[in-house]
């Protein structure tokens, strides 16, 4: 069993920045896949970046990509996200996810654990 708490949401105008962390307990964190989704009231969750084991590997999805970053400290069982030059669009409750698996997803149903989610809104 792991166990996900999201922080770092808020309130930033369009152009800001935010870093999302998601702090990782209950399992060997380094055994873990690591990802991050968002969603919008009655929307499915949309994949926004997902890191290996190791953190050697990242994938993001195309609205986010070259503005966002993902990572992660194993030593701290905690992968953050950074986001940079936000969008009004990029207003979402964003949830952290993990498998115990090697493989990395982009899809939400493969994912067996998640935080509780944090609210990002950005103003235009």
């Known amino acids: 069993q792991v166990q996900l708490v999201e922080s770092g949401g808020g309130l930033v105008q369009a152009g800001g920045s935010l870093r999302l962390s998601c702090v990782a307990s209950?399992?060997?964190?380094?055994?873990?896949?690591m990802a991050w989704f968002r969603q919008l009231p009655g929307k499915e969750r949309d994949f926004v970046a997902v890191i290996s084991r190791s953190g050697s590997i990242r994938d993001y999805g195309g609205t986010v990509k070259g503005r966002f970053t993902i990572s992660r400290d194993n030593a701290k069982n905690t992968v953050f996200l950074q986001m940079n030059s936000l969008k009004p669009e990029d207003t979402a409750v964003y949830y952290c996810a993990a498998k115990e698996t090697s493989a990395l997803f982009r899809g939400s149903p493969n994912y067996d654990y998640w935080g509780q989610g944090t609210q990002v809104t950005v103003s235009s």
């Open positions: 209950g399992a060997m964190f380094s055994s873990v896949t």
